[in-house]
């Protein structure tokens, strides 16, 4: 890329300005003035795209004169109460031209409307909420909502739109490195976000050693990530929580679409089983990566086998006006072998069922139970010694919650409950030669409760509060074995002095109240302040003797030992738009606390091991930081520009030297990255291209170091390690491209993306390792690089069906 290029690119981002017109006002009248016989009357229809004839998620209707607003569901109704009269009803979406309405309401009365697409805009990338100025009148803070329809104008690893990645370049988010699993969220732990699929929890959510994820971003509507401040009806991790809209099947017209990329191949098939009251709809992806591994010149890569798939299938009936129910289904599954040395192999299943309903002029009511399924095993596939290690979980949840919503006031309920029970670990030989003989580890059971309610009330038009309380238990269950160690000494098994075996009933239970408020203040209608605070428990954590997370780690319930975390989160943010919401201007600071957080003691045993407590550290975690972001979120050239200052820091608090880290000193997390700056532009190239450049900047993590190594008599070399996280790796740069062009060969539905992934070709540390040279007395440090040249792709999607096909 030239530098005049590079310089280009800044300047469209800020020069840019468009303007757009409005439509003329539209006049509905119903009923008569000299008859009407309520106080109150409902408005309710549905908004349709008149491009695509399906109903338009968060069209944001206000009613001049007053306070009172809603937003379409992800079908396209709305539903408001409105006193007899005359209204001037606005709906506005950000993509589409707003309508303006003369309403004259002296009965009930439907309005349907299609809008039609402001005509400069393609797929810029758009991080909003349902509102164009949600950003300042959300009083929670640190909430952002992005969809898959935007999502795909941010370039992406082989050319897939994905979550997690496109997740990782907003401000606050980050991961340990490549080839790693899941994200960390304002210097937490990736087991510390609360993963949600239409509200079911998910435990596993990666492809390809963390490359990708596990949902396709075909069969996803938006998703929506609280980073510190989670409403009271989420609950059950210490950090954050991403909950990922599915999305519903057509209702009018069948449709489908086939891709091929570099990565992978995939399929969507959507329509009515009956039109406009039953849809199903269904896609999946298997992976096409193996051909890569063997184009490269080291033996053991071109030796080494990825493979993964995922599928999904969506019903969704709607029983009646307002009453709605859904099923769905997302399988996903990867194996992946490094040429003879080790290999991993996991997968997980997620079904819900789920009710919404309107039962009332203001209260709405929704039901969730859902069944989860993960597995994985760690793989040893040569020699005598070739084995198979395998464990897991199963759970099942259920939900049951009702909202109740006048004008300025919504008060939420419920409660909910999920039942987990770990999958034995197992060890089996693997293969004929093996000699490896069968063993196996039970794992614990164990059942959360949660009560929750919350008010999210309109003090004035410039102050909004948000106040909920949740009571959260959890109770291990037995059949299990309890062992019981000294209380003047460090839980190891050469401290064990006995055992107690419970054949049912409770071993041990927590419970705890976390309350959460978040206060929203205008100080004019495009400023606020915002100040939040959480309390959050979390009773199942995953536990891993690696620096970054792996598909295959243990999945532990809160025991005698190991109580649940406890974390408390601090937000305080300012937040500015322009006048026409076309730039928004943000800077949030955050400060959160933990206790009873988990380490691991140096070399730990975690597979097989009845005794996992004395393999763990607790401790006390803090996270602090500040995000800075400027975006620009309408015209022809989006993006935005975004900076995370962000520390993540433990100390262990054991009396005892053989429970203590670095001398119950503070020290860096795994995760602790400093510094972030990413860069994000998105440019309409006229008349059915898109242009995406991205630049990610973030400071390199912590890793111990070999301060020095010892020759013992018979040439053995002994490493003395530094204090843990005591070094770092070099910092991480990395600019992606991709262009993606709509109707290529087809006059309708066909696209071609083309991206190239670590542009400059950098070879970014994902770690450092020692390792002796020939005769040489010391231990050397390299570099290790997972993606170290420029990644091109290409891939071709083509749709069918529809109603204008």
Do not use: C
């Not at 519903?248 to 098939?269: A, C, E, I, R, Y």
């Not at 309109?458 to 074995?481: E, H, N, W």
């Not at 190991?562 to 400060?591: A, C, H, L, M």
């Not at 062009?741 to 400059?760: H, Q, R």
């Amino acid at each position: 890329m030239s530098k005049f290029s590079l310089l280009l690119f800044p300047l469209l981002f800020f020069a840019t300005r468009v303007t757009f017109s409005q439509t003329d006002s539209l006049n509905f009248r119903f009923g008569k003035q000299e008859s009407f016989l309520s106080e109150t009357y409902v408005l309710t229809g549905k908004i349709l795209g008149e491009d695509t004839k399906e109903g338009l998620s968060g069209v944001g209707l206000h009613v001049d004169g007053t306070f009172t607003g809603v937003a379409t569901d992800r079908f396209g109704f709305y539903y408001i109460t409105l006193k007899p009269g005359k209204h001037k009803v606005t709906f506005r979406h950000i993509s589409y031209v707003p309508v303006f309405t003369q309403v004259e309401l002296f009965e009930n009365g439907v309005i349907n409307l299609e809008m039609s697409v402001k005509s400069f805009e393609l797929d810029g990338v758009v991080v909003m909420s349902e509102d164009p100025d949600r950003n300042v009148r959300n009083p929670i803070t640190g909430v952002t909502k992005l969809t898959t329809r935007e999502l795909r104008s941010i370039p992406a690893f082989l050319g897939e739109a994905d979550i997690f990645k496109g997740l990782q370049l907003l401000p606050g988010v980050s991961s340990v490195g490549e080839g790693t699993s899941g994200i960390n969220v304002r210097g937490a732990k990736t087991d510390q976000n609360l993963i949600l699929m239409n509200e079911a929890m998910v435990l596993s959510s990666n492809h390809a050693l963390g490359f990708l994820s596990g949902f396709n971003t075909d069969v996803t509507e938006n998703f929506t990530l609280y980073k510190g401040n989670l409403p009271a009806n989420f609950g059950g991790r210490a950090g954050s929580a991403l909950n990922i809209l599915m999305r519903p099947g057509d209702m009018s017209d069948w449709k489908g679409q086939v891709g091929m990329g570099t990565s992978n191949g995939k399929f969507l098939l959507e329509g009515p089983i009956k039109t406009d009251k039953v849809s199903v709809i269904a896609g999946g992806r298997i992976s096409n990566v193996n051909w890569l591994l063997n184009q490269t010149r080291d033996l053991d890569l071109q030796q080494s086998r990825l493979n993964f798939f995922d599928g999904y299938l969506g019903f969704t009936w709607k029983v009646s006006q307002g009453h709605t129910l859904e099923a769905n289904t997302l399988l996903t599954g990867d194996r992946f072998q490094f040429s003879d040395q080790f290999g991993y192999d996991w997968s997980n299943r997620v079904s819900s069922i789920r009710y919404r309903g309107i039962v009332g002029e203001h209260l709405s009511v929704s039901a969730l139970f859902a069944d989860g399924d993960f597995s994985n095993a760690f793989i040893d596939p040569e020699g005598v010694e070739a084995a198979k290690v395998q464990n897991g979980m199963r759970y099942q949840q259920g939900k049951v919650s009702a909202t109740w919503a006048k004008e300025q006031l919504a008060v939420t309920g419920g409660i909910e409950a999920i039942r987990y029970q770990g999958k034995p670990e197992r060890l089996e030989p693997f293969g004929t030669q093996s000699a490896v003989q069968p063993e196996q580890v039970g794992k614990e059971k164990g059942i959360e409760y949660s009560l929750f309610l919350s008010v999210e009330q309109d003090l004035s038009p410039m102050t909004g509060v948000i106040a909920g309380i949740r009571y959260s238990s959890f109770v291990q269950r037995g059949p299990d074995t309890v062992f019981l160690y000294r209380s003047d000494a460090a839980l190891s098994q050469a401290n064990q002095i006995g055992q107690e075996i419970f054949a049912s009933g409770s071993l041990a239970s927590f419970s705890g109240l976390e309350p959460r408020v978040s206060l929203r203040q205008n100080l004019t209608a495009t400023l606020s302040l915002k100040l939040s605070y959480a309390r959050l428990f979390q009773y199942v954590q995953s536990v891993s003797n690696t620096f970054g997370p792996t598909p295959i780690d243990l999945w532990q319930l809160s025991t005698r030992y190991i109580p649940p975390q406890r974390s408390d989160n601090f937000s305080f943010g300012i937040f500015k738009n322009s006048t026409d919401n076309r730039w928004e201007y943000s800077v949030d600071g955050f400060y959160r606390t933990s206790q009873n957080q988990v380490e691991y003691r140096d070399f730990a045993s975690i597979f097989l091991n009845p005794h996992m407590e004395t393999e763990l550290v607790l401790g006390q975690g803090k996270a602090y930081g500040g995000e800075f972001m400027i975006k620009k979120n309408l015209g022809v050239v989006t993006g935005w520009l975004a900076y995370t200052y962000s520390r993540s820091l433990f100390r262990s608090q054991s009396p005892f030297d053989e429970e203590q880290i670095n001398r119950n000193e503070w020290f860096p997390s795994n995760f602790d990255k400093p510094h972030e700056v990413n860069f994000i532009l998105s440019k309409k190239m006229y008349p059915r291209g898109l242009f995406n450049v991205s630049a990610n900047y973030s400071t390199g993590r912590p890793v111990s170091a070999v301060n020095a190594s010892y020759l013992l008599n018979g040439g053995l070399l002994v490493p003395d390690y530094s204090d843990r996280n005591q070094y770092r790796i070099p910092d991480y740069f990395r600019v992606d491209v991709s262009f993606t062009v709509e109707k290529v060969f087809a006059k309708k539905g066909d696209s071609l993306n083309l991206s190239i992934y670590n542009l400059l070709g950098r070879k970014n540390a994902y770690s450092v390792f020692w390792q002796r040279d020939g005769d040489s007395q010391q231990l050397r440090p390299y570099r290790l690089a997972i993606l170290g040249s420029i990644f091109p792709s290409i891939t071709y999607s083509i749709q069918w069906g529809g109603a204008n096909d």
